[in-house]
Structure formats: structure tokens, C-alpha cells
């Protein structure tokens, strides 16, 4: 099993332009989250789906980030427009149903740099 | 909303000491309180959880206490070796589920040799 991966690993854009961030969770498993993490604020969840439907988005700072999942294979986090404090890393995690926090996998995380 | 906060925010042990990383928490409701790894440049993972109807779990040289009326939970690590240095985050969540799910500032831990 590859585990949760995610594309890119290294993002670097302009204030201003859209940003994608991917991800592929663990075959099988149903509940897929997005984190953030900086050094201020410190790992913070997004947002999170079960089987495909989002659960709980009170942690999308603004309404310029937008996350979908269209299927059980596939997620997306789109900033737009991005801005500088936008810098993070962001972490897709997946895990089984029924089992919530304590199998959840994380992905390794994309670094976004925001200039 | 849940307030986490966690202490202390760097740690340092000789090897073969033992650490302890403390975290506090506001709200009652919560119920599940994991801990996570992170080594320098690497992704969360989870090394023990306790529920709110247990006041303390053991997982070899890791353990975690829960204090359900003071509202504070703490990880204590024994016989600290050098992999054990990295940043752990404390959590609180509302049925073990994602629902208000709060993580702690960290506590980086270096284990010196």
C-alpha cells in the first residue's frame, strides 16, 4: 500500500494566483481530513469527509479556500486567490470507517510557499 | 470553541530519563485525547490515545494520564532514547471523531546522548 500521497510536494506561487493541493487517501479507507500546519498557529484540521461528503468545514479560514472530493480516491484543497500568510504545510490524513482519529494516516504533506 | 494549550514548549532529557508534556483543555465535553509524534520534517502520527471513562494508559515506555475534573492530560515517556526526540502535539477531540478537534502548540523534546 503507497499510504496517502499528495501532489505537490513543494508548491511555490505568487500572492495572488490559484493553488491545488491533491490527494489519494488509502484505498478503502472512507474519512479523509485536510490540516494545516504553521509555526504560529501549529497543526489546525480544515476540514473533513465521510464517504465523500464534507462533515465539518468550520476550519477553512476563508472563503478563499475550497476543498472537493468528487470521489472516494480523490480530494482537492484550492486556495484562490492565495496570499503570503497562506505559507504552510498542508497534510491530507485518511482512515478506516468507523475508527475516526485513531487510524488515521497522514500523507507526507505539501509545503506551499506563498511569495 | 475548545482551548488546548500544552506544556512546556521545549524539553530537554539525558538519555534514559524520563519526559513528561502536559496539556490542558476547556472544554468538558471532550472525550478523546490523542498524542502525536512528528520527527523534523515528517508527517503527525499517532503514538497513544485515552478516552475520557479511562484515567491512564500504558503502551511500553509510554504513558498517558487523564484528569477528567481538572481537565488536564499529560504524556509521559520513560527511559527516553535519542528517536524519541521530536515534537509531540496534544489533542482533544469530541468522540474520537474529528468534531472540535483541537491540537496543543507542541512540545519539542530532544533526547541528549
Known amino acids: 500500500d503507497a499510504g496517502v500521497i499528495q501532489s505537490p510536494r513543494h508548491e511555490v506561487t505568487e500572492m495572488g494566483q490559484e493553488v491545488t493541493l491533491r490527494c489519494k487517501p488509502i484505498s478503502g479507507h472512507n474519512s479523509l481530513f485536510w490540516y494545516r500546519q504553521t509555526m504560529m498557529r501549529g497543526l489546525e484540521l480544515l476540514i473533513y469527509?465521510?464517504?465523500?461528503?464534507?462533515?465539518?468545514d468550520s476550519g477553512m479560514p476563508e472563503d478563499r479556500f475550497s476543498a472537493k472530493m468528487p470521489n472516494a480516491s480523490f480530494s482537492t484543497l484550492k486556495i484562490q486567490p492565495s496570499e503570503p500568510r497562506d505559507s504552510a504545510v498542508y497534510f491530507c490524513?485518511?482512515?478506516?470507517?468507523?475508527?475516526?482519529?485513531?487510524?488515521?494516516?497522514f500523507g507526507p504533506g505539501t509545503r506551499l510557499t506563498v511569495t | 470553541g475548545e482551548n488546548v494549550e500544552q506544556h512546556p514548549s521545549t524539553l530537554s532529557v539525558q538519555e534514559g530519563d524520563s519526559a513528561v508534556i502536559k496539556c490542558t483543555y476547556s472544554d468538558s465535553a471532550s472525550n478523546y485525547f490523542p498524542w502525536y509524534k512528528q520527527e523534523l520534517g515528517k508527517r503527525p502520527q499517532l503514538i497513544i490515545d485515552i478516552r475520557s471513562n479511562v484515567g491512564e494508559k500504558k503502551d511500553q515506555r509510554i504513558a498517558v494520564t487523564l484528569n477528567k475534573t481538572a481537565k488536564h492530560f499529560s504524556l509521559h515517556i520513560t527511559e527516553t532514547q535519542p528517536e524519541d526526540s521530536a515534537v509531540y502535539f496534544c489533542?482533544?477531540?469530541?468522540?474520537?471523531?474529528?468534531?472540535?478537534?483541537?491540537f496543543g502548540t507542541g512540545t519539542r523534546l530532544t533526547v541528549i546522548p
Open positions: 489533542a482533544a477531540s469530541l468522540g474520537g471523531g474529528a468534531n472540535n478537534l483541537f
Open positions: 490524513a485518511s482512515s478506516p470507517a468507523g475508527t475516526g482519529l485513531r487510524e488515521q494516516y
Open positions: 469527509f465521510n464517504n465523500n461528503v464534507p462533515i465539518d
